[in-house]
């Protein structure tokens, strides 16, 4: 799909420039806005055109369906069906970085484009205090997907959303850089005990301890219709990534972690937390992975990321980022 070319508005978030950026999203536009956890690359989810306009300027595969954004419980209730254990987890961790696979209600606004044609969709209330504004601005629920071209790391600043997306999409809305710094956790309710579709910027204890029970695993990186378009090469960065690493040689970046290749020869060297600080390294993961990509290095050592907390979901993305290229 060809995208069109547009010029792109970029400017701080204020109430002006929220305001217009509403318009233009109510008019079909494409607004990239910050969340709490990426920027969003926001289109009325209510209109097919719209969400069409978000796959084209990402060039992202269509069988891939959007998150729905939205101001509260309220709101998403018109669009998905809650379970008794899709309500505890909206109200536990609503406003946030939770996203609800829901049965789709009936009369659900949510295009069948933005859901990829199924009778499900995904559902967000951010926190954001600009995302908010622009929902409400907007008066309906927002498409947002990982500001960023299809096949590269989701953005955590608004250079990083210019740097794909320039000439490609309306406005940019620049609220500094995502708190989080990491993707919302998907948390499917479809009838069945609910399941932990991709790991993110909630820890699968915390939800576990709300629910009382051990969520289900999905495996994301196979095309079941729970978890359709989870591209294994999905946060791919063009050099390779070699994982585990215990050292890093001289054409090679190093992606350290608590210092573990500080010695070595590495052409380039970022550490997502020198102190081991999981939260810190998942804040940094995707701007690390940016600038080491743009140093043209052909390979990027990667040094272990204990297994807990949040470092399944960084594990996750290095998974994916080193998996073989699907196109
Ligand atoms: O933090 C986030 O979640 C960010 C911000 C912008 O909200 N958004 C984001 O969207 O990461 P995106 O499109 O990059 O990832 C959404 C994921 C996709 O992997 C998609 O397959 C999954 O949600 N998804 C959406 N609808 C689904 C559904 N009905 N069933 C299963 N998975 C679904
Ligand atoms: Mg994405």
Not at 20 to 41: H, I, N
Not at 120 to 137: D, F, G, Q, Y
Request: net charge neutral.
């Amino acid at each position: 799909m060809a995208f069109t070319r547009r010029t792109t508005h970029v400017a701080p978030a204020t109430a002006e420039t929220i305001a217009a950026a509403a318009a233009c999203l109510r008019a079909g536009g494409l607004v990239a806005m910050p969340t709490e956890t990426v920027y969003g690359l926001a289109a009325d989810a209510a209109s097919g055109a719209a969400v069409a306009g978000v796959y084209a300027a990402k060039g992202r595969p269509s069988f891939n369906p959007l998150i729905a954004h939205v101001l509260d419980i309220a709101a998403a209730r018109r669009e998905g069906e809650f379970s008794r254990e899709a309500d505890r987890l909206a109200e536990a961790f609503w406003p946030g970085a939770l996203t609800l696979v829901l049965p789709a209600a009936r009369g659900c606004r949510v295009s069948l484009l933005a859901r990829a044609g199924l009778d499900t969709l995904a559902l967000r209330a951010p926190v954001h205090e600009t995302a908010r504004a622009l929902i409400e601005a907007a008066g309906t629920p927002l498409a947002a997907p990982s500001a960023n071209r299809s096949g590269r790391v989701s953005p955590t600043t608004a250079a990083h959303v210019l740097a794909d997306l320039d000439g490609r999409i309306d406005w940019i809305l620049d609220g500094g850089p995502a708190r989080l710094g990491l993707e919302s956790t998907i948390v499917a309710c479809l009838g069945a005990a609910p399941a932990l579709l991709r790991p993110g910027a909630i820890a699968r204890e915390d939800i576990e301890a709300v629910l009382h029970a051990p969520l289900a695993v999905r495996d994301q990186t196979e095309k079941t219709p729970n978890a359709p378009g989870q591209l294994k090469s999905h946060y791919a960065p063009r050099a390779r990534l070699r994982l585990e690493a215990r050292d890093a040689a001289s054409d090679e970046a190093a992606l350290d972690f608590a210092g573990a290749l500080a010695g070595a020869a590495a052409a380039a060297r970022l550490d997502l937390s020198p102190s081991g600080d999981l939260v810190e390294a998942a804040s940094n993961l995707f701007a690390y992975l940016r600038a080491l990509d743009e140093t043209g290095a052909e390979r990027i050592a990667v040094a272990p990321v204990p297994h807990r907390g949040l470092g399944v979901a960084i594990n996750d993305r290095l998974r994916r980022a080193a998996a073989p290229r699907e196109a």
